[in-house]
Every structure is written in structure tokens, then in C-alpha cells.
T-cell receptor, first 110, second 113 residues
Framework: SQTIHQWPATLVQPVGSPLSLECTVE??????LYWYRQAAGRGLQLLFY??????ISSEVPQNLSASRPQDRQFILSSKKLLLSDSGFYLC?????????FGSGTRLTVV | GENVEQHPSTLSVQEGDSAVIKCTYS??????FPWYKQELGKRPQLIID?????GEKKDQRIAVTLNKTAKHFSLHITETQPEDSAVYFC????????????FGGGTRLMVKP
């Protein structure tokens, strides 16, 4: 069966520090992968998507970047975090039965 | 790109009543419309979806309708229960290489016992 793993679950980082969030998928090959961000009490905003290794598309200009070094690995990064980067980050993949989200990372930038 | 509008932003109903959440989309090429339920602090979970070749789909107390001509779709929950309280998101999938979902702003549903 297909599963999606995302870590860490929570993260508190100072302004200006780097960020690396990881997402991995099991049980499937060549999945479409997505990073979404959800600000407190708000909807889900698509940040990046990837249709294959090394292929990254950005939906909004921002302080973040994404990489896909392996088929089932999707990484969200930042060199220097801003206060506005705080939020709930969700990785998702598109399977036959629709989109499945990871458990999310709650990032607080202080 | 796709734009999805969702209404209302908050909805309060009495237990046992019905709840209806409505969404509109802008891209007529969108072909897949899922609904997600998100409980506090948790990931969104798919509860029902509908494809563009179908007008209505039902799963127990939950139903979704789609009007392609008007570009709107709705979620109907009957006989609401307190455990239905959550934030609900509609979404539309664009028919392009990325097949990404564009989400509505969400509806906070509160079911009062």
C-alpha cells in the first residue's frame, strides 16, 4: 500500500536560520508530489509541485525552494527563514484514489 | 490559472440538520473536484470526490453535486453529528502537466448538540 511520511511534526526556528523539511512516499513510483502551506485559520496554498526527479515548478514567489533528489523524496528548504514563513506545511502526492496528504509540519519562526 | 471560491466561511447548524457548502471554479478544463475534511491540527482527509463526467455522487450522509455549465459544485451533509464539526475544503484539479489542486478558502462547520 502507498504511504506518505513527513517530518518533523513540529519545528521552532529563529529568524534567519535554515530550513529543511522532508517528505517521502512508499509503495508507488514516479508520483506527482506537492508542497502546500496553510497559515493559521486559512486555506491551503500550493507552493511547489514536481512531476519527476529534478523537476520542480514554483507556484508563488517566496523565500522557499524545493528539490526532488530521488523519485520518492521531496524536500522543502530555505536558506534564511522569515517570520512570515510560519505555518502548517503539508506534503501531498497524487494517487489513483486522489490526493493524500502527509501528517504535516507545524513551523513556528520566532 | 484556476481560482476556487468557497462559501460560507463559517457554518453553524443544529445536530440532525443538513449542511451545504458551495464552491465555484474558474477553469472550465478542470476535471476533478475533491472535498477534504480537516480536524484541528491534523492533515486534510479526502471525504468524497466527483469527476467532471458525473453530476452527483453520494456516500451515506455525504453527497456532492457538480454543475459544469455553471462551474459550481456543492457538498451536502445530512443528519449532521457533532463529529462532523471540522473545516471543509473544496478543490479543483487543473488539467495540465502538474495536475495540481487549487483549494477553496475553507468552511468551518460547527454542529451544535
Amino acid at each position: 500500500s502507498q504511504t506518505i511520511h513527513q517530518w518533523p511534526a513540529t519545528l521552532v526556528q529563529p529568524v534567519g536560520s535554515p530550513l529543511s523539511l522532508e517528505c517521502t512516499v512508499e509503495g508507488t513510483s514516479n508520483p506527482n508530489l506537492y508542497w502546500y502551506r496553510q497559515a493559521a485559520g486559512r486555506g491551503l496554498q500550493l507552493l511547489f509541485y514536481s512531476v519527476g526527479i529534478g523537476q520542480i515548478s514554483s507556484e508563488v514567489p517566496q523565500n522557499l525552494s524545493a528539490s526532488r533528489p530521488q523519485d520518492r523524496q521531496f524536500i522543502l528548504s530555505s536558506k534564511k527563514l522569515l517570520l512570515s514563513d510560519s505555518g502548517f506545511y503539508l506534503c501531498a502526492w497524487r494517487g489513483y484514489y486522489g490526493y493524500t496528504f502527509g501528517s504535516g509540519t507545524r513551523l513556528t519562526v520566532v | 490559472g484556476e481560482n476556487v471560491e468557497q462559501h460560507p466561511s463559517t457554518l453553524s447548524v443544529q445536530e440532525g440538520d443538513s449542511a451545504v457548502i458551495k464552491c465555484t471554479y474558474s477553469d472550465s478544463a478542470s476535471n476533478y473536484f475533491p472535498w477534504y475534511k480537516q480536524e484541528l491540527g491534523k492533515r486534510p482527509q479526502l471525504i468524497i470526490d466527483i469527476r467532471s463526467n458525473v453530476g452527483e455522487k453520494k456516500d451515506q450522509r455525504i453527497a456532492v453535486t457538480l454543475n459544469k455549465t455553471a462551474k459550481h459544485f456543492s457538498l451536502h451533509i445530512t443528519e449532521t453529528q457533532p463529529e462532523d464539526s471540522a473545516v471543509y475544503f473544496c478543490a479543483a484539479r487543473q488539467h495540465n502537466a502538474g495536475n495540481m489542486l487549487t483549494f477553496g478558502g475553507g468552511t468551518r462547520l460547527m454542529v451544535k448538540p
